[in-house]
């Protein structure tokens, strides 16, 4: 009998130990399945456990975690990206609180979990569910993301990397004159994506503002 | 002897040339009177210079003259006329007249910083003095007269100066001195060939000469007076008079056939007995004179009394003494001692009246000679007279050198005074100059610190701005980092534990009724509510961000709210059409805020106003700002130039905006700001 190998990387022992429970949920439901289930909580130990495992079947993975001690791994986002470069046929369920759109669709970009929970939108059936489904080879996304990807789809334009990221930094009150600090964009550059957006939006004569709610509102961030 | 006499007959006078303007092509009109006036001045001194009017009505003329020119105003044509006066009273011999005049024209020409004046006013003074035998004042004021022409180059008047100065001296026998003057008066007159008064000093330079005994000199600078004589077209009677020198010289050195050549020469002229009786006269004695001293008495008795009858009819007493010694001379020569003591004894005493010192002496040695019971007394009365001559010569001759010393002085005091004037006038015009230009120079400067004011003004301005901005910036971070940290506390920390404990509970193999079952389901599902509110809660602390009010808002917002603290009354600030602060200057932003201030404390002063709303919007690039209250309002007519209003004005006006005021009593009031960003 397959012994599936699972790793939870999440900084909260109770929430580790309620997957932990899910997953012998599973097996004894269904008595096919055995778990070898490592926890780790921090970023540093997660990794360490993803260079030395040959083999992980299932990762259950928190996007909120502590930064690395080297600096070179800022969340759970990136751990994940190195999941993916090492052991390409671990499914992975993301499970987060972060239910903002930006942050959602840039998960979704990088890691393209088979599953995406959004904490505090399941409950014990969903998530055995999700893991049953992984498991079989199904995807399994939260109500939240599905709600994401549909209203992405009603979209006629295309709103890159860099757009949104202009549009993120506007949100959090980054000033224009900063913005060149942390978008690899001149002045000009990020002013004639901004001129586009409104333009896109309807909205030319509008303020930065008025853009950032209108993003927000379709979902871009 | 005799020669002193004849010399002084052949002084000239050398007069100051006065030109009277008497009309002035320029005047107008108005001088009519004026010019009437100097007319009838100028006819008046016609009047009183004619010689063929007898004297006094010639004096009363003058005087009048003198009563009109001195209504005339203090200028230079007064002044001419004053000293044309002075002149006119000198050659009538009116004294006091004279002296009152000159001393008047020797003022106005003070005044009027007339140098020329001055100095014939002192040719005046030494004409008169000279005509007085007041030889000293005349020598001083001759030298003055000399020093101030010598100064402004009047090479002319200089020398005849020194010529009048040489003729003293020769006078009181001092022919040293009175060579070197004229030697002087010479190089001044040979510069611009003034022959006549190259005569004048040649001939002086003859009789001094034949003074000193050197004939041939004597001879010779006659004969060379005599040829710059023949250069000067109205001779008068000066070739006669030459002759008649020249005659003496020959008669000095015994060679009287040539003195009595001279004479006869001198004598051809027939209307020289006319022209100039006294010089006929003259000759005719010394002719006569040089017969008897050459032995040839044939008929000069009768020579001698006639020179002597011309001479009395002229009343020229010192030419009737000397042919009354003559006289006496020819009847000692004739043993007749009677009538030689006679002659004597009259010209002694015709000497004595006239003060006429050398032939006083000649009289005393004559009759020491003729008059052999009283020789002694004679002799010593001649030893004495002349020994105080001498002495009073002497004296004389050193009172010049004190003179001319200090004239000099004088002179030098008056050039120092006005040297000392100019550099008075120097040095204060440099200094006004100089204080202008520092004037100018702080002018200029604080003008400069004025401008550099205003610019650290701005500069302070916009630091004040900043400063707000910063502090308004570091106050909202902080307020926003406290709501991100409450914000993660509840997403990360509380939600999760909720999260978790829920997911543990639902977990757990509840046993139990159906009903409490649903009951615990129920619960997990109210759970989750909670988990998503606070969620909501959480992003809502963080999306707060998006609808801040901006910096600038807040500045103002504080602003309003300690003024609102304190005068209790409702506010309002509104932005309208989606302003976007970000594109207005700090400038205009600064402005603002000072406008809401001044505004305000326009409200807080006078309006009483419970409400107060300011309102910002934005159209076609113009900022409006719109401050409205519901106070007492005011009288916009009256109240143009308020303190507060006129700064709002003139900030406006920086910023090239506009501004209306609409307020009526009771009403409240608006402002309304026009400002192109």
Request: charged share 25%; net charge positive.
């Amino acid at each position: 009998m397959h012994k599936h190998s699972v790793l939870i990387i999440d900084d909260h022992p109770l929430i580790a130990e309620v997957y932990e429970s899910a997953l012998l949920n599973t097996s004894s439901k269904n008595n096919a399945r055995n778990f070898s289930i490592t926890i780790v909580d921090t970023c540093d130990k997660a990794i360490e456990k993803i260079r030395k495992a040959t083999a992980i079947d299932l990762v259950f993975l928190d996007i909120s975690l502590p930064i690395s001690s080297d600096g070179s791994f800022l969340s759970g986002e990136d751990i994940g990206i190195a999941i993916r470069k090492r052991h390409p046929n671990t499914k992975i369920i993301v499970s987060t609180t972060y239910n903002d759109n930006y942050r959602v669709h840039n998960i979704l970009k990088s890691i393209n979990p088979e599953g995406f929970l959004i904490k505090n939108d399941f409950n014990r059936k969903d998530l055995v569910a999700a893991i049953t489904a992984v498991l079989e080879g199904k995807p399994f996304y939260s109500i939240t993301v599905l709600n994401l990807l549909r209203a992405h789809l009603n979209l006629d334009f295309f709103v890159d990397k860099i757009d949104r990221d202009i549009l993120y930094e506007l949100s959090i009150g980054t000033k224009t004159i900063d913005l060149t600090n942390v978008i690899p964009l001149s002045k000009g550059g990020i002013d004639s994506r901004k001129r586009k957006l409104k333009e896109m939006f309807d909205i030319v004569n509008e303020s930065d503002k008025t853009l950032v709610q209108l993003a927000k509102e379709k979902g871009f961030i | 002897m005799k020669l002193f006499k004849i010399q002084r007959t052949l002084l000239y006078a050398l007069f100051p040339i006065l030109i009277i303007n008497c009309n002035n092509s320029k005047s107008s009109v108005n001088d009519e009177k004026t010019r009437a006036q100097n007319d009838s001045i100028s006819i008046l001194i016609k009047r009183s210079k004619n010689k063929k009017h007898p004297l006094q009505y010639r004096k009363n003329n003058l005087h009048k003259a003198y009563n009109f020119n001195k209504n005339q105003k203090n200028d230079s044509l007064k002044n001419k006329a004053l000293l044309e006066i002075s002149y006119i009273a000198y050659k009538l011999m009116d004294s006091s007249f004279f002296k009152k005049t000159n001393k008047e024209a020797y003022q106005l020409s003070y005044k009027l910083k007339d140098y020329f004046s001055i100095a014939d006013t002192y040719w005046n003074n030494g004409l008169f003095f000279f005509k007085k035998e007041i030889l000293d004042s005349a020598y001083t004021n001759y030298y003055k007269a000399f020093k101030l022409y010598e100064q402004l180059n009047q090479l002319k008047k200089s020398g005849i100066m020194l010529h009048n100065m040489a003729i003293i001296q020769n006078n009181i026998k001092d022919y040293t001195g009175s060579e070197i003057l004229s030697f002087q008066a010479i190089s001044k007159f040979n510069k611009e060939k003034h022959h006549i008064n190259l005569y004048r000093c040649y001939n002086n330079l003859g009789i001094i000469y034949n003074n000193i005994n050197e004939f041939e000199k004597a001879i010779k600078y006659h004969n060379i007076a005599l040829k710059h004589l023949a250069n000067v077209i109205n001779k008068k009677t000066l070739q006669e008079g030459s002759l008649n020198n020249i005659g003496l010289v020959h008669q000095k050195k015994s060679k009287h056939n040539d003195a009595i050549k001279h004479f006869k020469q001198a004598l051809k002229n027939t209307s020289l007995k006319k022209n100039n009786p006294n010089l006929y006269a003259k000759l005719i004695d010394n002719l006569a004179y040089s017969r008897l001293l050459n032995n040839d008495t044939v008929n000069i008795r009768q020579e001698f009394y006639k020179a002597r009858r011309i001479r009395d009819s002229l009343k020229f007493i010192s030419g009737v003494l000397i042919s009354d010694l003559h006289l006496s001379e020819y009847y000692r020569y004739k043993k007749d001692t009677i009538k030689a003591i006679k002659y004597a004894k009259e010209s002694l005493s015709l000497a004595k009246n006239v003060h006429n010192n050398r032939d006083h002496l000649a009289a005393l040695k004559l009759l020491s000679e003729i008059d052999p019971k009283n020789a002694t007394k004679h002799l010593t009365n001649y030893l004495s007279l002349s020994d105080s001559l001498h002495h009073n010569e002497r004296k004389l001759r050193n009172k010049f050198a004190r003179i001319r010393f200090e004239t000099d002085e004088y002179i030098e005091e008056v050039n120092k005074q006005s040297s000392e004037k100019v550099m008075i006038a120097t040095i204060s015009f440099s200094t006004i100059t100089i204080l202008l230009l520092l004037y100018f120079v702080r002018h200029q400067r604080s003008k400069n610190r004025e401008l550099q004011l205003e610019t650290a003004q701005q500069h302070a301005n916009e630091n004040f701005y900043n400063l707000l901005l910063k502090q308004q910036s570091k106050l909202e971070e902080g307020r926003l980092n406290e709501r991100l940290r409450i914000s993660q506390e509840l997403h990360d920390g509380v939600l999760g534990k909720i999260f978790a404990t829920r997911m543990r509970l639902d977990f757990l193999d509840i046993k139990g009724t159906n009903e409490m079952q649903q009951k615990f389901q129920l619960y997990l599902e109210e759970l989750q509510g909670i988990e998503k509110e606070i969620r909501v809660i959480s992003h809502e602390l963080k999306n707060e961000l998006l609808s801040n009010k901006s910096d600038f808002i807040q500045i103002i917002e504080h602003l309003v709210m300690e003024q609102s603290a304190l005068l209790n009354f409702r506010y309002q600030i509104e932005e309208k059409d989606n302003l976007d602060w970000n594109r207005i200057t700090d400038v205009v932003k600064i402005n603002c805020y000072r406008i809401i201030q001044e505004a305000l404390q326009n409200i807080n002063k006078h309006s009483k106003a419970n409400n107060v709303s300011i309102q910002f919007s934005i159209s076609n690039n113009i900022l409006l700002l719109n401050i409205k209250d519901d106070g007492i309002g005011f009288d916009v007519k009256k109240h143009k130039t308020g303190i507060g209003l006129q700064n709002i004005a003139d900030r406006v006006k920086k910023l090239n905006g506009t501004f209306v005021t609409t307020s009526n009593l009771g009403q409240g009031s608006l402002l309304r700001i026009h400002i192109p960003i």
